[in-house]
């Protein structure tokens, strides 16, 4: 993007977008966010039913929904925080804006929603020969 091979694009994270735009020397990559925001949980966490600490690995989970932890992802790996953790970088992007969330459930119909996108847009589509 940056090398300016591309105008526009789409399907990024955002985080990836903002590293990249963090790294841009010419200061010209600009990310923008479209509403509704279309978020995923990136990074799911469980508990194997035959682990042989299970409430340790509750508690691990119960600070990883904390503040201090949220703060530690922002510091470490910007923009990978959850959107439901109040102070974090990613709350105070999506605060009061609509957000269309990707679950488990809707992951399969992402190639239908992604069809209906392109023909709303008017943009062109491969041919299959």
């Known amino acids: ?30 990310c923008k966010l479209i509403e509704p925001i279309p978020v995923r949980l990136t990074v799911p966490q469980a508990i194997a039913y035959n682990a042989p600490r299970p ?15 949220q703060k530690i992802m922002d510091d470490i790996e910007p923009l990978k925080s959850s959107i439901y953790a109040p102070g ?8 009061g804006k609509k957000v269309a969330l990707e679950t488990i459930d809707s992951f399969p119909r992402t190639e239908k929603r992604i069809d209906m996108v392109v023909e709303a847009f008017g943009l062109p589509k491969a041919e299959k020969k």
């Open 88 to 95: 974090s970088e990613l709350e105070s992007i999506t605060k």
């Open 55 to 69: 409430y340790s690995a509750l508690l691990f989970l119960e600070f990883l929904a904390s503040r201090e932890a």
């Open 1 to 30: 993007m940056v090398s300016g091979e591309y105008a526009l694009y789409q399907l990024t994270n955002y985080h990836s977008c903002a590293l990249a735009q963090q790294q841009d020397p010419r200061k010209v990559l600009v």
